[in-house]
């Protein structure tokens, strides 16, 4: 079974849409939580961090289940411009320090 | 936002060459750097974590004699790919950390190897 894991889509959405993606981690010792955007051919970037009491920055909201080992990203109102992959990434401790492990993705396709 | 840079962005070469590709903090000191490999469709894979003026923490899998990491000072680390062969070819991004134990990696814009 993969640390993380996603739904690779892609996601087809009309313009204006409201997406969500869904992901699960085995490591019940996970710390911390992120959505990460990644373009094609391009670096990661941090889209937000997740936490258990849910977090919104403008149309991209977070949650985290730490019960279910659980973490989702929704999307309102989709813009051309999401078109991407979205990573869910967990972090843990280890005796080298904190790690990150990534998803997948899941590929986003917004549409006119 | 903090800043890292890698170089070069894109490299082709034979089969049998080495490759070093090199992974800069622009306007901090990265106590911690971690290089990444992306093969198309999957996910970035952890391959090494290296600590200024230490060795590197090679990923179970990732073999330290074929990919050499050197980390000589806070702000620059090196991959070199030795003896590089087309199974190799890869995105390889890298990022950087103020500690060991702080949240936010920075990540450089990868480097594309292709291997011919």
């Known amino acids: 079974r993969k640390e993380v894991e996603q739904d690779p889509g892609p996601f087809n959405v009309p313009e204006g849409a409201t997406v969500a993606f869904n992901c699960t981690y085995s490591n019940s010792a996970s710390q911390s939580f992120f959505w990460y955007r990644q373009d094609c051919r391009k670096e990661p970037k941090l889209l937000m961090s997740v936490y258990s009491s849910g977090n919104e920055d403008g149309r991209f909201t977070a949650q985290l289940n730490r019960a279910s080992q659980y973490i989702s990203l929704l999307i309102r109102d989709s813009k051309l411009s999401d078109s991407a992959t979205y990573l869910c990434v967990v972090e843990h401790i280890t005796g080298g320090g904190n790690k990150l492990t990534f998803g997948t993705g899941t590929q986003l396709k917004v549409e006119l | 936002g903090a800043v890292v840079s890698q170089h070069p962005s894109r490299v082709i070469c034979k089969s049998g060459t080495s490759v070093k590709i090199e992974c800069r903090s622009l306007d901090f000191q990265a106590t911690t750097m971690f290089w990444y490999r992306q093969f198309p469709k999957q996910s970035l894979m952890l391959m090494a974590t290296s600590n200024e003026g230490s060795k590197a923490t090679y990923e179970q899998g990732v073999e330290k004699d074929k990919f050499l990491i050197n980390h000589a000072s806070l702000t620059l680390s090196t991959l070199t790919v030795t003896s590089a062969h087309p199974e190799d070819s890869s995105f390889y991004i890298c990022?950087?950390?103020?500690?060991?134990?702080?949240?936010?990696?920075?990540f450089g814009p990868g480097t594309r190897l292709t291997v011919l």
């Open positions: 990022s950087a950390r103020m500690g060991p134990r702080t949240d936010t990696q920075y």
